[in-house]
Structures are given as C-alpha cells and as structure tokens.
C-alpha cells in the first residue's frame, strides 16, 4: 500500500513539474485537470513525515554527561549561578572541576532535584571535586544590574578553585571574563556533569544563606522561598517594610520605596 501511495504521489509532483513551464492559458486547464482526476485518497493514504518527534524526546531524557569535558581536555570546570531571580539575598556562583573516576551519580540540573537529594551531593562533591564559591551582594547587584553581578559571582567562583581551570563550561548565553578559555553553553546544567555540580553547589550555599537571613528577619518567609516574590514574602513586605537584604532596583521593592509606597525598615 505504501508502495502505491508513493508512486501516486511521485506521478503528481512529475506532472506538477512538467506543466510549470507552460503558459498560463495551458497551465489552468492543466491544473482543472488534475483536480478533476485526481484520486481523492491519495493524501489519506501518503503517509506524513513526524518532524523530529525522537530527537526532541531523546534529548528530554538525556542526563548531563562528560562529553564536552571530554572535548577540552583535564582540568575543565563548570560554572553556574543560583539567584538571579528572587527579590533579596545574594546572587551565589559555584565553579566545580570533577575527578572523572569519583563523581556522585544522579548529578542533574540542582532545579530537578529535590532539597535532600541536593543536599546529599553538596556533601558528596565537597570530599570529590574541586570547588570555589563566588557570592555578588545586594549592593553590587544593585549597582551594576543583576547580569552584571551574576557574571561577578562567576569570575570570583573560577578564582576560588584550589586548581586553575584550563577551560571552562559556563551555563547561560553570555561567559564571564577569566584567565582561561571561557565557552557558555545554554541550558549546560542539563548538559554537563561539571556545570551539573556547580549548579547543586551555588544552590545548596545560597538556600543555606537565605535560611540564615530568615532567622534575623523573621516574617518574610525566607526559609522557604529563599526571597523570591511568593505570597509569604509578599506579605511580609506589607507588614514589616524593606530590608537592606532587599535589591531596591528589582521594581517590585522599587515600587514599595516610592513617596506614597511603604517605608523602609532599618
């Protein structure tokens, strides 16, 4: 059946090439021709292409691997960020050169695993890998802009390593300037086991640091949403005022600081 379908459909395109060339008062009759004669199962029967169906889903259920470190050579790191969104506490970056012989299994994108199973690899990473932390304040953020403060964070985080990278994978569009070759990768926390792990470190250090800021700041809820703009924090807004852990260039906080808005806490 697909045979005759194929066959029928190469019968079209032949005819439908061989009168493109005829003048216009041919080319309608042809084409009222081929209308009339057609058979009109032809396009129920022709079987339609599945535009890279597979592909896509080969890709969603592919884990982070070593094949770009592989590609650079030893001594790659990887670079990410935790907090670019929220409005207070710090932007926190993490750089993170594996030992390909003892990496913790499970290591993904820190935002598809669970706190424990976060908390469970910090642990394991910090007695098999090589890591620096950067941190970019609430000052800096709002001085600069929170991109430029995230890429801050990164350059601090490679300069922390013990070992000086000799090239590194960095998660996001845009790489931060280093001392040694620097290649973004979208999406790389997905991709990389090494930007994988720097992902579970800048995160687990920046929730353990808003849970500090919770306990001097009670009411904000920061415990659990690690100040970004959840309902709790919304409210704590409303009822104790701004922080200076809040990033006043962020427009919500902005907003709340304006005449007729809310009054700062100090």
């Not at 935790?82 to 994108?109: E, F, H, Q, S």
């Not at 970019?136 to 403060?149: K, S």
């Not at 990278?165 to 845009?174: Q, T």
């Not at 790489?175 to 800048?202: F, M, N, T, W």
Request: aromatic share 4%.
């Amino acid at each position: 059946m697909f045979d005759d379908a194929a066959g029928q459909i190469r019968t079209l395109k032949q005819a439908a090439a061989s009168s493109a060339g005829a003048p216009s008062t041919r080319r309608k009759a042809a084409g009222a021709g081929r209308r009339a004669t057609a058979p009109k199962s032809t396009r129920a029967t022709a079987p339609r292409p599945t535009r890279a169906a597979a592909p896509k889903s080969a890709r969603a259920r592919r884990a982070p691997s070593f094949d770009l470190e592989t590609r650079l050579g030893p001594l790659t790191c990887g670079v990410d960020e935790a907090g670019r969104g929220p409005w207070a506490g710090p932007v926190v970056a993490a750089a993170v050169i594996l030992n390909p012989t003892c990496t913790p299994a499970g290591l993904n994108d820190s935002k598809k695993l669970t706190a424990k199973r976060r908390e469970e690899l910090y642990a394991a990473l910090m007695v098999t890998a090589r890591i620096g932390v950067g941190i970019a304040d609430v000052e800096e953020i709002d001085r600069l802009n929170i991109g430029r403060a995230s890429l801050i964070a990164m350059e601090r985080a490679v300069a922390a390593l013990p070992t000086p990278p000799l090239a590194a994978l960095v998660d996001g569009r845009i790489a931060p300037k280093l001392a040694c070759p620097a290649h973004p990768v979208i999406r790389g926390d997905g991709i990389s086991l090494s930007v994988a792990a720097a992902s579970v470190i800048a995160k687990v250090t920046r929730d353990r640091i808003m849970t500090d800021l919770a306990a001097e700041h009670p009411g904000y809820g920061w415990e659990r949403n690690k100040g970004y703009g959840a309902p709790a924090h919304r409210e704590g807004l409303e009822r104790h005022g701004v922080t200076q852990h809040h990033r006043r260039s962020f427009s919500p906080i902005h907003n709340m600081l304006r005449p007729e808005g809310h009054s700062e806490l100090c």
